[in-house]
T-cell receptor, first 113, second 113 residues
């Protein structure tokens, strides 16, 4: 986990507020991902980036935006947080070669009240 | 419908006992299947990766099996320890994807003294 760090680790915010979650990695990987995890569901992909100039929507991107500031940094923003965005958020990185092993950060627990 | 289904959702076992977790998938065409361990408050960590041609793979006390014909996998934990208490997630990748993963919801394992 130390190779992929996320800040903050926990955050409580109110409906309508803008929130940014940050991710940094020291693995030297080009590819980075944002997922959310809800109880009883598998991790779902929000956004992914293959390099600084390549950003793509995942399966649940509505209500979220991202910024790839550098190879090592990928941030996730909630422009106007709503309660159903309460979840555990994970950043991950991977190499661009098979088997595309993904390495996950420790997660950010976000609560929207 | 989720393309990766895991059973049971949760189980409790006594320290020192064995257990087996199941994973059924419909992801096609199949590239590889991974088992991840996720400790509470941490990101998932890879235990094993198996390709189509592999039917068994071990990592210490963890042994994964794969039957690509029936699209089933299992994870066997031998001589369980308290530190095995975690969620175990089955993850499948298709060959025609860029590395996108399909996640199961996980099996929550609790090892009691």
């Amino acid at each position: 986990d130390a190779d992929v760090t996320q800040t903050p680790r926990n955050r409580i915010t109110k409906t309508g507020k803008r929130i940014m979650l940050e991710c940094s990695q020291t693995k030297g990987h080009d590819r980075m991902y944002w997922y959310r995890q809800d109880p009883g569901l598998g991790l779902r992909l929000i956004y992914y980036s293959f390099d600084v100039k390549d950003i793509n929507k995942g399966e649940i991107s509505d209500g979220y935006s991202v910024s790839r500031q550098a190879q090592a940094k990928f941030s996730l923003s909630l422009e106007s947080a709503i309660p159903n965005q309460t979840a555990l958020y994970f950043c991950a990185t991977s190499d661009k070669r098979e088997p595309y092993e993904q390495y996950f950060g420790p997660g950010t627990r976000l609560t929207v009240t | 419908k989720n393309q990766v289904e895991q059973s049971p959702q949760s189980l409790i076992i006594l320290e020192g006992k064995n257990c087996t977790l199941q994973c059924n998938y419909t992801v096609s065409p199949f590239s590889n299947l991974r088992w991840y361990k996720q400790d509470t408050g941490r990101g998932p960590v890879s235990l094993t990766i198996m390709t189509f041609s592999e039917n068994t793979k071990s990592n210490g006390r963890y042994t994964a099996t794969l039957d690509a014909d029936t699209k089933q996998s299992s994870l066997h934990i031998t001589a369980s320890q308290l530190s095995d208490s975690a969620s175990y997630i089955c993850v499948v990748r298709a060959t025609d994807s860029w590395g996108k993963l399909q996640f199961g919801a996980g099996t929550q394992v609790v090892v009691t003294p």
